[in-house]
Structure formats: structure tokens, C-alpha cells
């Protein structure tokens, strides 16, 4: 039996400050408003900062915590095994193009940390993708050729630091990972040093793509830019129906102390076992901590509690864990055709961008997507623009992925309200600690008991689209299972697309005042 799975909290946030940067009061006006304070939104800010623009970037809770503040933080090229499949989808020019866009962001990410005397923990290692034993080395042989094609120093091995047997591997040289709340506060701290501005607490709902643009807060405030950068990991504005096209999964984390002796010196995924992915980082003197990612889910889906169980069994199999210091979740956007969308939001844009889909390797991509975006807003366009460009079509190599996402969207959106995934015949049924969807005066509400025993309902429809959430018993959230939004018990926003928080609803089925 593994040990208890720790505090629910990564350690990112844990081990550093809260920020309290103000919430937009009045009306601003900017060369570039970025909506998002994410690492992509942050970034991208700091560029165009520093490239003599007036920028202010809106993000909706605080800076550097959301879906950035519960990431693995691998800032790598080595993206599994996607080589291989750029090169026989779209060309080996494509390969070379990606390899070189996420090797700058892992240089320029270096040099910034040194320009900035930024300490973060920035370690270079190997990276390494591998399957399990007897398996078919096949697949890994295929990356490797692409990959060292591509221009990476890959190479195939057998062995590596892992305390457990693999099959083949590729391996990928002077890769990196950080401590990524610590590297963007000193970015947020430089950005307003030069003039940048950051508003926390402020909700962006609205968006008139005129000339100039305009963008409306939750308060009823007017932002006027230029230029409009969208960096909220999910579009909150979908004008390019990109939903279509984006596919939201989360993945369980578990943190442990262990013995710098057991540490096996690199970075390691495998999409084996429903994913695996292994790192460590500096915690405190002659320690490391073990960070180990896995047990991918879709948001809305049940039995997570059952899956963090057989994460932290997983890990307390393979190394020496006495004790789990923090569980939490990481949550990705997975694109139809494996390449993140960076670049103008829909065909008609002239001046809304874009920065999405980041397939589970958004450090690298989010820093790439910056240096991408800066280069179009000033008209230095780097080589790999059209690769990345959401505009971009190839229905060939999308097709598949895009019907198996947009059915399973439509057969949550028409199944669960034949019989939610989370349900409950009536609110008494729902122990303290656990949530359900329960039908309230005839509406389907989501109600959820705490330890005190009170129950608290809002409305079970989803705000983005209609579909109806469900809860997620280890995080206590309403997540929904078509595009990835996640509330709050009380309802309240906390992830998009949703921009809206779910309706209150009392325990009789009136609609309550409560905002």
C-alpha cells in the first residue's frame, strides 16, 4: 500500500510568494493587451516589453497559477515520439523547423536566466522517451532517425538512471528543466520595471476585433489595443472554432522526497501504462524531490481518486518513497495533428493572436510561441510561422483524431443527460466530502456536501457550450468533459473556456441572488 499522497498543492506554488498585482479599475489603453498571464502570456509580454512596446496583460485569478503553476516543468524538445510522425506527415523540413523553434526557446529561456540572474533551478539533462521491456523498439528507432535528422543530438540506448527495466529509448542531450513560478515572477518583475503593466482579478468577457481593438472585463471596463494576444492555455474567444480541433486531458502528480542517490539524472515519459513521466528538482540540502506525472484522464471523467491510488502504488513500487509531500494535476490541450496553434486566431484576423494546444509540452512551446508571436506583431516573421499557424489545414492527417474528439463531445453532450457520470438520486444521498448531480424541481443541479455537512448546488450546465460537469472527488471541482472548464464548488470560473461561473441554485431549486 502506498503512502498517504501528500498535500493537495504543487510545489511550484507552494514554494513561492502569492503576487497582488491590482485588478483593472478604469478604461486602459495599449500598443498589445495580452489576455492570459500564464507562461505563454507572460512571455510573450516580457518580448514585446522589451521590444519597446506599450503591453498590459489580463489575467483572470493571479499571474503564473493556473494551469503554469501545475505543470511538470520539462523544458525540452524531446516531445515523445513526434518526430517520427512530422516527418511522415507533413515533410522533414517540418521536423527540422519544430526542432529548431523548441531548441531556441530552450536557449533563449537560458540566456534570459542569466541576463536576469533569475534562480530557478534551471538544470540541463538528458530527456528521454522509452518503452517498457520487450516491447517493440521499432518506434523508438523510427524517432531517433527523425529526430537526429531533425538536427537533435538523439540517440537510441537501452539503459538509463531509472531503477527499473526499460526497453529502448531515445535519448536527447542538454535538455532542461526549472522551477517555472520562480523563472516568470522575475519576468513579471522585470516587465513592470520597464514600463509593462499586469492586472490580476480581471476577467476579460468580450472582444471587438476592430481598428483599433476592443476588449471588455467582467467589470465593464474597456481595454483599447492595437494588437490582441489570446494566452489562455484554452481559447476563451473560439472565432476559429478551434475547440474543434483542441482535445483537453488532465494528468495526476505526485511529489516525493527521496535520496540524491536515487535520483536518475534526466527526464523521462513513456506512453506506456497511461503515461508515465518522471523528473526530480532541488528541494532543500542533500534532497530531491521526485516528480513523477501519469494516469491521464479526460476532465468530467470518474474514478479519479482510484487513479491517484495507482500513481502513488506506481511510484512507491520503483523508488525508495517513504512519504508523498504533494499531489496535484496538470491540464493539457492536445491538437488533431501533434503541433501547437501559434498565430493569427482565424483567417479574417489582422490583429488578434493566438497561443494554444501545446500537447503537454508547454514550457518549451509556450517560450517558442512568445518569440513566434513578438516576430509577427513587429514583422520579423521567423521560419517556422506557417508550421505553427492555427489557420493551417490538413485534413488528412486531422481527420481521424478530429471525429474521434468532436463524437465523444457530442455523446457526453446527449449521454449525460440521460444519466450523468456523477450522479446522485437525491442530495441526501451525497456524503460529505463528494459532489453529484442530482434533479432539483426538475433542473439538473450539481450539489455538493462539504465536511461540515452543508450542501451547497449550482446549475450542472457548463457555461462555455451546455455540457453538463461532473466532479472530480480528489481536486473537489465541477470539471466539464467536452472542452475542459473547470468551477469551483461554488461555482465559481476556475479554468476556460468558461468565462462565466455557473448559476447558483438552491437546495429547492429557486435561483439564488448570489452572484
Given at each position: 500500500?502506498?503512502?498517504?499522497?501528500?498535500?493537495?498543492?504543487?510545489?511550484?506554488?507552494?514554494?513561492?510568494?502569492?503576487?497582488?498585482?491590482?485588478?483593472?479599475?478604469?478604461?486602459?489603453?495599449?500598443?498589445?493587451?495580452?489576455?492570459?498571464?500564464?507562461?505563454?502570456?507572460?512571455?510573450?509580454?516580457?518580448?514585446?516589453?522589451?521590444?519597446?512596446?506599450?503591453?498590459?496583460?489580463?489575467?483572470?485569478?493571479?499571474?503564473?497559477?493556473?494551469?503554469?503553476?501545475?505543470?511538470?516543468?520539462?523544458?525540452?524538445?524531446?516531445?515523445?515520439?513526434?518526430?517520427?510522425?512530422?516527418?511522415?506527415?507533413?515533410?522533414?523540413?517540418?521536423?527540422?523547423?519544430?526542432?529548431?523553434?523548441?531548441?531556441?526557446?530552450?536557449?533563449?529561456?537560458?540566456?534570459?536566466?542569466?541576463?536576469?540572474?533569475?534562480?530557478?533551478?534551471?538544470?540541463?539533462?538528458?530527456?528521454?522517451?522509452?518503452?517498457?521491456?520487450?516491447?517493440?523498439?521499432?518506434?523508438?528507432?523510427?524517432?531517433?532517425?527523425?529526430?537526429?535528422?531533425?538536427?537533435?543530438?538523439?540517440?537510441?540506448?537501452?539503459?538509463?538512471?531509472?531503477?527499473?527495466?526499460?526497453?529502448?529509448?531515445?535519448?536527447?542531450?542538454?535538455?532542461?528543466?526549472?522551477?517555472?513560478?520562480?523563472?516568470?515572477?522575475?519576468?513579471?518583475?522585470?516587465?513592470?520595471?520597464?514600463?509593462?503593466?499586469?492586472?490580476?482579478?480581471?476577467?476579460?468577457?468580450?472582444?471587438?476585433?476592430?481598428?483599433?481593438?476592443?476588449?471588455?472585463?467582467?467589470?465593464?471596463?474597456?481595454?483599447?489595443?492595437?494588437?490582441?494576444?489570446?494566452?489562455?492555455?484554452?481559447?476563451?474567444?473560439?472565432?476559429?472554432?478551434?475547440?474543434?480541433?483542441?482535445?483537453?486531458?488532465?494528468?495526476?502528480?505526485?511529489?516525493?522526497?527521496?535520496?540524491?542517490?536515487?535520483?536518475?539524472?534526466?527526464?523521462?515519459?513513456?506512453?506506456?501504462?497511461?503515461?508515465?513521466?518522471?523528473?526530480?528538482?532541488?528541494?532543500?540540502?542533500?534532497?530531491?524531490?521526485?516528480?513523477?506525472?501519469?494516469?491521464?484522464?479526460?476532465?468530467?471523467?470518474?474514478?479519479?481518486?482510484?487513479?491517484?491510488?495507482?500513481?502513488?502504488?506506481?511510484?512507491?513500487?520503483?523508488?525508495?518513497?517513504?512519504?508523498?509531500?504533494?499531489?496535484?494535476?496538470?491540464?493539457?490541450?492536445?491538437?488533431?495533428?501533434?503541433?501547437?496553434?501559434?498565430?493569427r486566431l482565424h483567417p479574417g484576423a489582422e490583429h488578434v493572436y493566438v497561443a494554444t494546444?501545446?500537447?503537454?509540452?508547454?514550457?518549451?512551446?509556450?517560450?517558442?510561441?512568445?518569440?513566434?508571436?513578438?516576430?509577427?506583431?513587429?514583422?520579423?516573421?521567423?521560419?517556422?510561422?506557417?508550421?505553427?499557424?492555427?489557420?493551417?489545414?490538413?485534413?488528412?492527417?486531422?481527420?481521424?483524431?478530429?471525429?474521434?474528439?468532436?463524437?465523444?463531445?457530442?455523446?457526453?453532450?446527449?449521454?449525460?443527460?440521460?444519466?450523468?457520470?456523477?450522479?446522485?438520486?437525491?442530495?441526501?444521498?451525497?456524503?460529505?466530502?463528494?459532489?453529484?448531480?442530482?434533479?432539483?424541481?426538475?433542473?439538473?443541479?450539481?450539489?455538493?456536501?462539504?465536511?461540515?455537512?452543508?450542501?451547497?448546488?449550482?446549475?450542472?450546465?457548463?457555461?462555455?457550450?451546455?455540457?453538463?460537469?461532473?466532479?472530480?472527488?480528489?481536486?473537489?471541482?465541477?470539471?466539464?468533459?467536452?472542452?475542459?472548464?473547470?468551477?469551483?464548488?461554488?461555482?465559481?470560473?476556475?479554468?476556460?473556456?468558461?468565462?462565466?461561473?455557473?448559476?447558483?441554485?438552491?437546495?429547492?431549486?429557486?435561483?439564488?441572488?448570489?452572484?
Open positions: 500500500m502506498a503512502p498517504d499522497s501528500g498535500v493537495a498543492e504543487s510545489y511550484w506554488m507552494d514554494s513561492t510568494g502569492s503576487t497582488s498585482f491590482p485588478a483593472l479599475a478604469g478604461d486602459v489603453e495599449v500598443d498589445v493587451a495580452v489576455v492570459g498571464g500564464g507562461i505563454a502570456g507572460l512571455c510573450t509580454a516580457w518580448e514585446l516589453v522589451r521590444a519597446g512596446l506599450q503591453v498590459a496583460i489580463f489575467e483572470a485569478d493571479r499571474v503564473a497559477s493556473g494551469v503554469t503553476g501545475y505543470t511538470t516543468a520539462k523544458l525540452t524538445a524531446q516531445h515523445g515520439l513526434v518526430y517520427a510522425h512530422l516527418r511522415s506527415s507533413f515533410g522533414a523540413d517540418a521536423a527540422r523547423q519544430y526542432a529548431a523553434s523548441q531548441q531556441d526557446a530552450i536557449a533563449h529561456v537560458a540566456e534570459i536566466v542569466a541576463e536576469l540572474d533569475i534562480e530557478c533551478d534551471l538544470e540541463r539533462l538528458p530527456a528521454f522517451t522509452y518503452l517498457p521491456p520487450e516491447s517493440d523498439p521499432g518506434q523508438i528507432e523510427a524517432e531517433v532517425e527523425a529526430a537526429t535528422a531533425a538536427g537533435l543530438p538523439a540517440s537510441l540506448v537501452t539503459e538509463t538512471g531509472l531503477p527499473y527495466r526499460i526497453g529502448a529509448a531515445i535519448r536527447v542531450e542538454q535538455q532542461a528543466q526549472f522551477h517555472p513560478r520562480r523563472y516568470l515572477l522575475a519576468l513579471a518583475s522585470d516587465l513592470t520595471a520597464r514600463g509593462g503593466q499586469i492586472f490580476e482579478r480581471t476577467r476579460i468577457v468580450g472582444l471587438d476585433e476592430g481598428e483599433p481593438c476592443r476588449l471588455t472585463s467582467e467589470s465593464g471596463a474597456t481595454v483599447t489595443a492595437r494588437e490582441v494576444v489570446v494566452a489562455t492555455h484554452y481559447p476563451i474567444f473560439d472565432r476559429a472554432a478551434l475547440f474543434t480541433r483542441l482535445e483537453p486531458r488532465r494528468e495526476l502528480v505526485v511529489a516525493a522526497v527521496i535520496d540524491p542517490d536515487d535520483d536518475p539524472a534526466g527526464m523521462y515519459v513513456t506512453p506506456a501504462e497511461n503515461t508515465r513521466s518522471v523528473r526530480t528538482a532541488p528541494y532543500g540540502e542533500g534532497r530531491r524531490l521526485l516528480i513523477v506525472t501519469g494516469e491521464t484522464f479526460k476532465p468530467g471523467t470518474p474514478g479519479v481518486a482510484d487513479r491517484l491510488a495507482t500513481l502513488t502504488d506506481w511510484t512507491s513500487e520503483r523508488f525508495r518513497v517513504e512519504a508523498f509531500a504533494y499531489h496535484w494535476a496538470a491540464q493539457d490541450n492536445m491538437t488533431t495533428d501533434h503541433v501547437p496553434h501559434v498565430g494546444g501545446f500537447n503537454a509540452w508547454g514550457m518549451s512551446s509556450a517560450v517558442m510561441a512568445s518569440r513566434l508571436l513578438t516576430g509577427l506583431i513587429g514583422g520579423d516573421v521567423p521560419p517556422w510561422a506557417a508550421l505553427y499557424d492555427p489557420r493551417r489545414v490538413h485534413p488528412t492527417v486531422e481527420a481521424g483524431n478530429f471525429l474521434k474528439a468532436n463524437i465523444a463531445v457530442a455523446r457526453r453532450f446527449v449521454g449525460d443527460r440521460i444519466r450523468p457520470t456523477t450522479h446522485a438520486d437525491s442530495p441526501e444521498d451525497i456524503a460529505p466530502g463528494n459532489g453529484a448531480i442530482v434533479r432539483i424541481s426538475g433542473e439538473r443541479c450539481a450539489a455538493y456536501r462539504d465536511d461540515a455537512g452543508d450542501l451547497h448546488t449550482v446549475s450542472a450546465t457548463c457555461t462555455h457550450l451546455g455540457c453538463l460537469v461532473a466532479f472530480n472527488e480528489v481536486e473537489k471541482t465541477w470539471d466539464c468533459p467536452c472542452h475542459g472548464s473547470r468551477f469551483g464548488t461554488d461555482g465559481t470560473v476556475i479554468q476556460g473556456p468558461a468565462t462565466k461561473p455557473l448559476r447558483p441554485r438552491e437546495p429547492d431549486g429557486q435561483e439564488s441572488g448570489r452572484t
